[in-house]
């Protein structure tokens, strides 16, 4: 048998990376399954309505009649539907079509636990300066390290979404459905799939209710394209780190952490043991005293961690990014004491001494500590400085401590 050019030519070329287009609403129309806002279409103040995964038989609730999901399926982004006419004999309201924004999303699903409004996740994965390389057929059998990264505290599973679509351009394309698939979709084809990534990021939660809730919602937004970039755990985030170190051979293998749980400083020390040289590690507390605590411990435990910033978030969502003056010095008078008793200093002491022993201060600052007395403790000799920084914006909200990993000497 011999193929004509044209034959040739007609042939379909294998592209096993090929882009995928179904999450680019005005290509095609919603399907089962889709998620979709509706807006009055006349009252454009009025606040918008999730459906989230059309069904046949199911319907969306308005204040203004009901609208079958038929009704929805097949249509298109910014089509119109109108509620059916009510008990009363009333006509039915029109309702216009919009594709699902992430934002959106994260305010508009159910939350069992409050989740960090949008402006702050953004926030977050700005701060974590992300650059994952696309990934390529060149690196799909490459054993080199991979991007990963540990969210303490899933939570809403709204951070989970915002940094999982930060990484997601890394990672190969997901295999096509086939019968083989069973009901959560862990076919040997998606095992596969996920031994090749090149991104992954662990969240854990220590509640098995709120960790099956965030899941949902991360599978739930566009047909579940962000969740398989992610590993869900439930437990204690020390033990997980340590059976993920002796995996590895204790090998640092994180890239950055984000610690939101209670008590996130005494979860510092094995995080930043996992932590790869020059990683962030972010830690989110409500006060920022909090953020002092962390502070601490990273000065008490001689953590190999340097406090980069300290931002306050917004309020209501908004982020107003003030930066705060945190930092832990020694007093003049605590110095002296040092300097007034005999002491053999190495070279390498006094490299690692940074800014910390710098008796340079703000004069209100050296007036707060004037208090310390010759001869104090060991104890006693770190005090806080804890300001917001001159003629920042004044906002409220929680506070945010990015801490970088040092390089380790020893």
Not at 3 to 12: G, H
Not at 91 to 111: C, F, N, P, S
Not at 271 to 297: E, H, W, Y
């Amino acid at each position: 048998m011999s193929f004509t050019w044209r034959a040739i030519r007609r042939a379909p070329a294998y592209t096993p990376s090929r882009p995928q287009c179904r999450h680019i609403a005005d290509l095609r129309p919603f399907q089962a399954g889709d998620c979709v806002i509706l807006r009055p279409n006349k009252d454009r103040s009025a606040p918008p309505l999730l459906a989230r995964a059309l069904k046949p038989g199911s319907q969306v609730q308005t204040h203004k009649g009901i609208i079958p999901h038929e009704d929805i399926i097949g249509k298109r982004v910014r089509d119109v539907v109108r509620t059916a006419q009510t008990k009363a004999g009333k006509d039915g309201q029109d309702y216009r079509l919009h594709g699902v924004k992430l934002e959106e999303y994260v305010r508009l699903t159910r939350r069992l636990v409050t989740p960090l409004y949008p402006q702050d996740a953004q926030l977050i994965v700005g701060l974590l300066d992300l650059h994952p390389n696309v990934f390529s057929l060149e690196e799909a059998d490459d054993d080199g390290p991979k991007l990963e990264m540990l969210e303490a505290g899933t939570g809403h599973g709204a951070l989970t979404l915002f940094l999982s679509r930060a990484i997601h351009a890394a990672n190969p394309s997901l295999p096509r459905r086939d019968s083989t698939w069973d009901a959560i979709g862990e076919s040997s084809a998606m095992k596969s799939w996920k031994s090749r990534r090149r991104a992954i990021i662990h969240t854990i939660e220590i509640s098995p209710k709120y960790s099956t809730h965030a899941e949902k919602i991360v599978r739930g937004f566009k047909n579940g394209i962000y969740h398989h970039n992610v590993d869900f755990h439930v437990g204690d985030v020390g033990e997980w780190v340590s059976s993920a170190l002796d995996a590895r051979e204790n090998n640092p293998f994180l890239s950055h952490a984000f610690l939101d749980l209670p008590s996130a400083e005494s979860h510092m020390k094995a995080v930043t043991s996992a932590l790869r040289t020059d990683g962030t590690l972010i830690v989110f507390n409500p006060s920022i005293t909090q953020i002092m605590a962390s502070l601490a411990k990273v000065k008490e435990e001689g953590l190999l961690l340097d406090l980069d910033r300290v931002i306050e978030l917004g309020v209501n969502g908004g982020s107003g990014g003030r930066q705060w003056d945190v930092r832990a010095v020694k007093p003049r008078a605590s110095l002296k004491a040092q300097l007034s008793t005999p002491s053999v200093t190495s070279d390498s002491d006094e490299a690692s001494s940074g800014e910390d022993t710098d008796v340079e201060m703000p004069r209100d600052v050296e007036q707060e500590l004037a208090s310390g007395q010759d001869g104090a403790s060991e104890k006693d000799e770190w005090k806080m400085v804890c300001r917001p920084k001159v003629g920042e914006m004044i906002v409220g909200g929680g506070f945010l401590g990015v801490f970088k990993k040092q390089r380790d000497y020893t």
